[in-house]
């Protein structure tokens, strides 16, 4: 039995529309991803149980940006563990990230800043992030907001006033924009896209919920060829997650879940060394979502057939 979403689909919440942007990588910036990459995966192969976490974060870090994932890299090369064998590769990246002053997705987040003057909240999840793109705005004179959960209260709430009031931009961190209710704001920039698709759509759900007058756009910013490319592929085109109704994509993932949840699946299949194998699994776990899909659409069809509108769990 799956749990009942049409409640809240019956309020009145107008629809939301998403756009996936892929942007060309410099060709530093695309040496450095693959060479992150590359050492991942080593380091997987030799001793990847103990180093999963750190690893994975790594990846997830360089999709966000060079600054996110330098502030890792530069505590690895303090640490006395074996991850001591890696260093001369771990230090020629580190170098390699802190050489890169321009970044291919400011270019594109200034367009869709200057594109239209609506509000707009530009997700982060990582500080260093989030002070690159703060020194980045402020470079080119555009005013903004800031959040995140290092803020007290009080600076928090001014932050959100003056969005409300004064800003056009609102850069924040994930876990900065946790209950707070955002939605005199219509627009979204995913600067960064998390693994986990549930922390996507938490993203969203700060200003696609009830008081919502306005329809929803959502813009989603990946480097072409990063997983985070693919994690768009499968879940913006092949099964249109940023169109669905609140809590759906929650119910199509728990009929895949196994004993690893999508992000440990991701990860899984990034390591693999065959592009060629990375295509083909990518494609499996595309199915698995697809079927997964069809299957809670037509619980979905004959729960309602069965119970009428008076159904709710």
């Known amino acids: 039995m799956i749990r009942n979403t049409r409640a809240l689909a019956r309020v009145q919440i107008p629809p939301r529309f998403a756009q996936t942007i892929r942007v060309e990588p410099s060709p530093l910036e695309k040496a450095l991803y693959e060479k992150l990459s590359a050492l991942v995966r080593d380091i997987n192969v030799a001793d990847g149980i103990r180093h999963r976490l750190l690893l994975r974060n790594l990846l997830e870090e360089a999709g966000s940006s060079p600054q996110a994932v330098s502030v890792t890299l530069s505590r690895l090369l303090q640490r006395e563990d074996n ?7 771990i230090e020629a990246i580190y170098h390699l990230g802190l050489s890169l002053k321009e970044s291919s997705k400011n270019k594109t987040l ?4 200057e594109t239209s ?3 707009k909240i530009i997700f982060v999840k990582y500080l ?8 980045f705005l402020t470079s ?3 005013p ?3 959040f995140h959960g290092q803020m007290d209260q009080r600076m928090k709430d001014e932050q959100i006033q003056s969005f409300r009031e004064r800003q056009n931009i609102l850069l924040t961190t994930e876990i900065g924009g946790e209950g707070r209710n955002l939605q005199f704001c219509h627009c979204m920039i995913n600067y960064d896209l998390p693994w986990n698709p549930m922390r996507i759509e938490q993203r969203i759900g700060r200003i696609h919920r009830i008081g919502q007058e306005k329809e929803v756009l959502i813009y989603n910013l990946c480097a072409v060829e990063s997983a985070e490319d693919y994690i768009l592929e499968i879940l913006d085109k092949k099964i249109n997650m940023f169109e ?5 994509i929650e119910m199509i993932l728990g009929r895949i879940r196994e004993e690893r949840d999508f992000s440990e699946m991701v990860y899984d299949i990034w390591n693999l060394t065959s592009t060629e194998e990375r295509e083909k699994r990518f494609g499996q776990l595309e199915d698995k979502l697809k079927r997964a899909k069809t299957g809670y659409q037509q619980t979905k069809a004959l729960e309602e057939k069965l119970f009428g509108e008076n159904y709710e769990l």
């Open 110 to 113: 200034l367009k869709l800043i």
């Open 140 to 142: 080119r004179k555009l």
């Open 117 to 119: 003057p609506e509000k």
């Open 244 to 248: 669905m109704v609140i809590g759906e």
């Open 83 to 89: 991850l001591r064998l890696y260093e001369k590769e």
């Open 144 to 146: 903004f907001a800031l």
């Open 128 to 135: 260093g992030t989030l002070k690159y793109i703060a020194e």
